[in-house]
């Protein structure tokens, strides 16, 4: 009895026999594969750019952990430059460090802090109880309904801005993802990073492994200069504005420290709660406020940005803006805080690539 094999092989052979000519796939046509190989680059294109859409907010989540971990990197090494200890060791020291000056704020100004956020949403309404009938008082006519409206309306755009806070505090399950992503990276980025140059051509590994170097080089430069221009307006604001005797001068200088992470944006809100908490003390305490915001601000632009802009890729003010407004419309107060890390990377990725390609525009020629 003949195996069944046998009877498969025979039975192809038949269908095999039956078949005349060459199948519409084949072609020895050289261009016509040529161009085939090209559609289907083309095609895969298209369905990567479709994916990456409809994957942006987990790859969002992965870019989080990319900064994080750089700037978990960037401490690991100056720490690295003063102490002698392993790379794993010194990340530790970074996370052990953070964690206890979370603990110690919450643990001395926590009660003060939260007991001043309540008090905010007051203070805004008073406030613009205050601008309205100063208003009326030289010529603009409001009446009880309009003012009403406009406290509210008021009152609900800080209702809007404590629940973009809320959600991201409430959103634990992607800061949670962030924070272990970023701890991943930071104490053996090694791996992570072959992977990704196995995944590249041959032919691009090596300016790649570069241009990656270049981004991360950059990016532990641009954290650095935002954790300090953060440490600097936090501690400047807060100090300031408490000596002067300024309602909730402890959280507005918290705010303005956290804020400080989000270029131009940020400084315009802290400045205005700034302000607007100042004139609820008198017209000399609102104008100390503005007088304080200018100092701080001028700071921060002219010494410290500076300072940070000669080594990392210097953004145009509004270029970050434009970059945050679409990021924040796409993925949120996330994406608001990842935008100038994106932006930068990006600038140092086509800058090193156009300098690939035209290597004699680096600089003019003299004369």
Known sequence: MEPAACHESGAARAVLAGVKGPSPADSNDRIVRKEAKRAAVWVGMVGLAALAVLLAAPLL??????????????????????????????????????VVFLLATAIYAGGQIADQAAQLPQLISAQATRLMAHAARHGFVFNRSMGQNVANQALGSLGQITGVVGGLIGGATTLFLILVLGVYFAFDPAPYQRGLMWLLPRRVRNFSAATFA?????????????????????????????????????????????????????????????????????????FYCIGVYVVVQGIDGYVVV???????????????????????????????ALADPLLAMLKVGLEDFAHRHNPCDEAPAAG
């Open 214 to 286: 270049d981004m991360g080089a950059q990016l532990r430069r641009l954290l650095f200069g935002r954790i300090v221009g953060m440490g600097i307006e936090g501690v400047t604001v807060g100090l300031a504005l408490g000596v002067y005797g300024v309602p909730l001068a402890p959280l507005l200088g918290l705010l303005a420290g956290l804020l400080a992470f989000l270029p131009n944006i940020g400084a315009l809100v802290s400045g205005l709660l700034m302000i607007l908490i100042g004139f609820s003390g008198g017209a000399h305490m609102g």
């Open 61 to 98: 989540v992965v870019f989080g952990g990319i900064v994080f971990g750089t700037l978990l990197d960037g401490g690991a090494r100056l720490l690295g430059r003063v102490v002698p200890l392993p790379r794993a060791l010194r990340v530790a020291l970074i996370l052990i460090a953070a």
């Open 306 to 336: 500076p300072m940070v802009a000669k080594r990392t890729a210097e953004l145009a003010p509004a270029l970050v803006m434009a970059m945050q407004l679409i990021m924040g419309v796409l993925f949120g107060i996330i994406g608001i």
